[in-house]
């Protein structure tokens, strides 16, 4: 039968599967050392090898070599932005998702975090933490300043559990803006309760 010829078996699918799986580079066949490869042949590689999963039963060297790819970029990524860095010990912000955390540093050091939940398009902040090696009066509003600007450049709504955090938008009023509409009624009302108790 002509359809039984098309299809090869035993090594030959084999051969034929991995031919098809391995993303193009210039000698044809998946490439051994990806760190070699430049940015564009990765996506390039990398596009490739997604078409080969978008099928109904992709293959399994095709999800490993998939997986390898989508690592090696975002250990690029990762080394760009290391790179873009002062080239002073990590001094800055991050949100750390991995820990649900928005970390300060200074000199290599964390010295402050807010623990936060995603909510939707809302950051629950919950707990302000400074480390007791540094003094907390200055740590904490830049810190809480920090989370709140990003907050703002992510446009994601404030929702202020955290008492620190409450503390700071009651001596910082410009900031309550960040907050739900309902989140800021709530805590204006709770400040109005403490300045008449």
Partial sequence: MPLAESQPSGPDAAAAVSQATASRSDDGV?????TTVSNRQLRVLCNQTYRMLDRDFPSMEAIFHYELLVEEIERREVQAETRSEPTKARSGFRDNSLFSRFELFSDGTMVGHVKYEMKGSH?????????????????EPALIRRVLLNAHQRRLAVVPYCPRVREFLREFPQYRALLPVDQRKRLEAALRVSVDA
């Fill in 123 to 139: 950051a629950v902040l919950i707990q302000a933490v400074v480390d007791p090696q540094f003094d907390p009066v200055d740590v």
């Fill in 30 to 34: 998946f490439p051994q050392d990806l």
